[in-house]
């Protein structure tokens, strides 16, 4: 996890090149179509490797496909305003109203000011101690049934839930946080159906996963209303939703409806966990097919941790479950692509653009292209590429970046630690995993470990062949 900031400005990015951005041929738009319906982030790679950074496709609807970090740049940073997000982040309106993820203009400037303070590096160590209370709190459910075989992508989900939950209601609230989530969930995945099929599922369809979808988002409503009441009756609460609630806009000295606070909350759990749950998961994955780097990450672990709980000092010491963490983050970036759409017209690099065109940034696709990386596909936490500026960026870079990237270095950093400190973790099965990209690159099916206490590991050692 490589921390924007260190990504340096795009020099080297200026200067003359051309891109022709073919249009995809129509047999290749509607079989890519097809492709691109089951995986479109393999999708649009093995598309890049074969057209260029840029290419076009017309099915179903006309989109601009870039990769190349100076395109990146030009859309995400340079050139942000002409580029916002638009229609395709509308499924989501229902679910998240007017949050900072979808909203856009005065609002999103308003909210984001409000919300910034919450997510610096400084202000997220004092989630710190949440965190690490979760982690033990798994721990203390996988020392239940030592050896016994866990969905550990299912335990990552509910951990990033609980430290999200934790964070914005106390730990109290672990239960709600649980609910939200899963309701959060359903609704998600019913709205991205609903995008997918191009218009033939809508939302007032009386479907059986439509009404789910609707029952799910009333409870879900009903639960974050019942926090936000109790808190604004009792005034008291340490968490980051009394902090929001009584935050002002330093410029007009107003602060946040309850609506908006609705609309904040749900915003900040559906954003805030399953993309570092999944990076975990992928993290343990490829670390269960590399047992030279887990050898490596184990060292460090219980030279630094040693058993016990990690504190803030700790933190600048794990710089290889960091580097773990980054390159797990380059080969499976938890948001694979992002849609924007072109306000006017715009030129660069030989490619036009027309006004109200969509965009399709492919980050997968730049992750992994052989240009920026050696040997792109392999697992190799201390690879030495020079990073091109814009050729990383799991959080995305620029205006809209992840506001709560520091949470989830912290975050990630920590249980990936304390996880590999205190355990083996062995694959069931050994078969490579999958990509499932919907909004997030999931993984195809769960990932099924048995949990051994370091100590007590059996000898038989059950790794997969090395390579993805
Ligand atoms: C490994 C973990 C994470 C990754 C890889 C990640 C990645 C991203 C990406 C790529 C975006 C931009 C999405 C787009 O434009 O479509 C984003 C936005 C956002 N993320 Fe994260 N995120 C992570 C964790 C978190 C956490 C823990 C939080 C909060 C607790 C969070 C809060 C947000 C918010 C609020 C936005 C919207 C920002 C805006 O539009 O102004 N994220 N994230």
Same mark, same amino acid.
């Given at each position: 996890m490589i921390p924007s900031d260190s990504i340096g400005t795009p020099q080297g990015l200026e200067g003359e090149r051309r891109f022709d951005a073919p249009t995809l041929t129509w047999p290749e738009d509607v079989l890519g179509f097809a492709r691109l319906l089951s995986n479109y982030a393999e999708t649009g790679l093995a598309m890049h490797l074969r057209k260029g950074f840029a290419f076009r496709a017309r099915f179903p609807m006309r989109t601009l496909v870039l990769a190349h970090p100076r395109h990146l740049y030009r859309v995400l940073r340079s050139h942000a305003l002409n580029y916002p997000k638009d229609r395709d982040y509308e499924?989501? #309106?229902?679910?998240?109203? =007017?949050?900072?993820? @979808?909203?856009?203009? =005065?609002?999103?400037?308003?909210?984001?000011?409000?919300?910034? +303070?919450?997510? #610096?590096?400084?202000?997220?160590?004092?989630?710190?101690?949440?965190? @690490?209370?979760? *982690?033990?709190?798994?721990?203390?459910?996988?020392?239940?049934? &030592?050896?016994? %075989?866990r969905d550990v992508s299912d335990d990552m989900m509910r951990l990033t839930l609980w430290i999200v939950g934790s964070a914005l209601f106390d730990s109290s609230f672990r239960a709600e946080a649980e609910k939200i989530g899963h309701a959060l969930e359903l609704c998600l995945t019913q709205g991205t159906l609903q995008m997918m099929s191009m218009g033939l599922l809508r939302p007032w369809m009386p479907t059986p996963g439509n009404r789910a979808a609707q029952a799910a988002q009333r409870d879900l409503d009903d639960i974050v209303r019942q926090v936000i009441a109790r808190r604004r009756a009792t005034g008291d609460g340490s968490d980051m939703l009394s902090r929001l609630l009584t935050a002002k806009d330093p410029d007009t000295g107003t602060g946040m409806s309850d609506a908006q606070a609705l609309d904040e909350v749900k915003s900040l759990i559906l954003a805030g966990h399953e993309t570092t749950s999944l990076t975990l998961s992928? %993290?343990?994955?490829?670390?269960?097919?590399? &047992?030279?780097? /887990?050898? #490596?990450? *184990?060292? /460090?672990?219980?030279? @630094?941790?040693?058993?016990?709980?990690?504190?803030?000092?700790?933190?600048?010491?794990?710089?290889?479950?960091?580097?773990?963490?980054?390159?797990?983050?380059?080969?499976? &970036?938890?948001? +694979?692509? *992002?849609?924007? #759409?072109?306000? /006017?017209?715009?030129?660069?690099?030989? $490619?036009? @653009?027309?006004?109200? /065109?969509? $965009? %399709?940034?492919? $980050?997968?696709?730049?992750?992994?292209? +052989?240009?920026?990386?050696? =040997? &792109? =596909?392999?697992f190799a936490p201390s690879r030495i590429d020079a990073v091109t500026p814009y050729s990383y960026l799991p959080f995305l870079l620029g205006r809209r970046a992840c506001l709560g990237e520091h949470f989830a270095v912290l975050e990630g950093i920590l249980a990936l630690a304390m996880i590999v400190d205190r355990y083996r973790l062995e694959r069931v099965d050994t078969d490579a995993i999958a990509t499932r990209p919907i909004s997030t690159l999931r993984l195809a099916r769960p990932l099924r470990m048995r949990v051994h206490p370091r100590g007590t590991v059996s000898t038989f050692q059950h790794f997969g062949p090395t390579g993805i």
């Open positions: 499924f989501l #309106r229902p679910l998240l109203g =007017d949050g900072i993820f @979808v909203s856009d203009g =005065d609002l999103w400037t308003r909210q984001r000011r409000l919300l910034a +303070p919450e997510f #610096r590096p400084n202000a997220v160590q004092r989630f710190l101690p949440g965190m @690490v209370e979760n *982690v033990g709190s798994l721990f203390a459910e996988w020392d239940r049934a &030592p050896g016994a %075989a992928w %993290a343990l994955y490829l670390l269960s097919r590399h &047992p030279d780097v /887990e050898a #490596r990450l *184990v060292d /460090e672990t219980r030279r @630094v941790l040693g058993g016990r709980a990690p504190t803030a000092e700790d933190l600048p010491k794990l710089e290889y479950t960091r580097m773990v963490l980054s390159e797990t983050m380059r080969l499976y &970036p938890p948001v +694979p692509g *992002v849609p924007r #759409r072109a306000r /006017e017209a715009d030129r660069f690099d030989g $490619i036009e @653009v027309a006004a109200g /065109e969509r $965009i %399709a940034l492919s $980050i997968y696709a730049t992750h992994r292209h +052989p240009e920026f990386w050696t =040997d &792109p =596909d392999r």
